[in-house]
């Protein structure tokens, strides 16, 4: 009966611990998204550093979760990390921007020619599976939703190379590149015919078209870097500039005739 009633007692702390660790999860993510919506909206501004104690105080939590949110936010390209200084909102800056994807073509055209010489059909089917899983939908979906299955989809063709080190290096360019590329799917530019160039680019993977698929990846990625490059621009319009609200408007009228 003791031993019973001490096992019980023991018990107790183990219960409590699991609410609490419960409790910080929630949040954490509960700050991850409130942090992360207030960036892709631009409420807080490029360059600046983010104050943990001013957002704890606003969202009611502990500096614990919002450490952990800005902590992943960094890791995933949204936010900085300067040692002894803090977090700061991703600049919006064209500077290197076209040497990362400069990089980026040369990794993923690479990448899709190992591909078509060393996978065997059913790594190649797994590409054509994930593509045809999400065509009819991908361009009605919320950004975040087309940003994530978009580099799920170019992240699968190296993945498909077997380099390891070159899904590593698609990675981290990914992360440097996500909030820019976040912003240009929002913007009206966003191209609608990146739906045809993946479709293109699988049925070359199909058929083992290595440089056909590497000519059409290539295009791919430098129709984006123009239209992200023009969504910077009026990003920055957006930001610093917000009486030109007007100007921008009349820009993007002027671009649909």
Same mark, same amino acid.
Request: net charge negative.
């Given at each position: 009966m003791t031993e019973r009633a001490e096992t019980g007692a023991d018990s107790e702390?183990?219960?409590?611990?699991d609410a609490e660790t419960r409790r910080t999860a929630d949040s954490s993510e509960r700050a991850y998204n409130t942090i992360r919506k207030l960036l892709v909206e631009f409420k807080l501004k490029p360059g600046e550093r983010i104050n943990e104690v001013q957002l704890s105080r606003s969202l009611g939590v502990s500096r614990t979760p919002i450490r952990e949110a800005l902590n992943r936010l960094a890791s995933e390209g949204f936010v900085s990390l300067t040692p002894n200084r803090g977090f700061f909102v991703r600049?919006?800056?064209? @500077?290197?921007?076209? /040497?990362? %994807?400069?990089?980026?073509?040369?990794?993923?055209c690479a990448a899709f020619k190992l591909m078509c010489e060393r996978a065997d059909d059913s790594e190649i089917d797994r590409?054509?599976?994930?593509? @045809?899983?999400?065509? /009819?939908? %991908?361009?009605?979906?919320?950004?975040d939703i087309i940003l994530a299955e978009d580099e799920g989809f170019h992240l699968l063709i190296a993945e498909l190379s077997g380099n390891p080190e070159i899904v590593g290096q698609l990675a981290s360019i990914n992360a440097r590149i996500r909030f820019i590329r976040r912003i240009q799917i929002e913007h009206p530019s966003h191209d609608r015919a990146q739906i045809t160039s993946h479709s293109a680019i699988v049925d070359a993977a199909v058929k083992r078209d290595a440089e056909n698929g590497a000519k059409l990846l290539r295009e791919h990625i430098e129709m984006t870097v123009s239209a992200t490059q023009q969504a910077l621009k009026d990003a920055l319009l957006r930001v610093f500039a917000p009486d030109n609200g007007a100007e921008l408007k009349r820009r993007r009228r002027t671009r649909d005739v």
């Open positions: 702390p183990s219960l409590a611990n600049s919006l800056s064209t @500077e290197g921007l076209l /040497d990362l %994807y400069e990089l980026r073509s040369i990794i993923e590409l054509r599976q994930y593509w @045809e899983a999400i065509v /009819d939908v %991908y361009p009605n979906q919320p950004p």
